[in-house]
């Protein structure tokens, strides 16, 4: 015990760092499967590497799914191409809308600890009444680290995992209506499992409903 003791008290004892929360390789893919709806699912592939915008270290996703539903940024294809990097500390998903702009959302704390917080805010000014006078959307996107605990999904049993809480502030002014409007919406929880990903989303109000880890393959 004293030799062990000594042995991992010494200076090449160096602690390695946390894996990411999510691993980023070409050919990672996670698959999940929706509750109690057992007949949706979504896939995200990791099928390139490829930039994004001034991120050269970026990942292009493949996401295909079950239902043509409400996705990120209220965008409703079958399969779509999304991008997956880390900017700075935060795990970050990339998105084009065409014909050019590029949107990014921070998704999750790349060295999380319980208390984190962030958000991602995108404006938009455009004459949304057609009056003749510009006005303003700001949509802002809210996560926070609130816990950490062992999840079991079908694809396993994820100890210490990460549970984040999300929501959105809507604000806009509209020239026609002349004062501001804000809006709150809770987004839900997701659950991520350092060096696999997220391995759960669940909805508001009381997470009995979401998608769940199936079955994945990461390097
Ligand atoms: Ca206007």
Not at 88 to 93: E, L, S
């Amino acid at each position: 015990m004293a030799v062990f003791l000594a042995l991992s008290c010494g200076k090449d004892e160096e602690e390695a760092p946390p894996p990411d929360p999510m691993p980023l390789a070409v050919g990672n893919w996670w698959l999940f499967q929706g509750f109690p709806d057992t007949t949706e699912w979504f896939k995200d592939s990791i099928v390139a590497k490829e930039a994004f915008g001034p991120h050269p270290e970026a990942y292009k996703v493949v996401e295909t799914r079950s239902y043509k539903g409400l996705n990120l940024l209220n965008r409703f294809p079958y399969t779509d191409t999304l991008w997956f990097f880390y900017d700075g500390d935060y795990f970050t998903v990339g998105v084009l809308i065409p014909p050019t702009e590029t949107l990014k959302l921070k998704y999750f704390k790349k060295d999380p600890a319980v208390g984190d917080s962030w958000f991602t805010r995108l404006i938009t000014t455009e004459d949304f009444d057609y009056d003749g006078t510009v006005d303003t959307a700001i949509w802002r996107f809210n996560g926070q680290v609130i816990g950490q605990q062992d999840v079991t999904v079908p694809a396993g049993t994820f100890t210490g995992a990460y549970k984040s809480f999300h929501t959105t502030i809507d604000s806009s002014w509209i020239s026609s209506v002349g004062s501001w409007e804000v809006s709150q919406d809770t987004i839900g929880w997701m659950y991520v499992a350092l060096g696999t990903g997220f391995v759960k989303f669940t909805d508001p109000p009381d997470e009995s409903e979401g998608s769940q880890l199936k079955a994945y393959e990461v390097k």
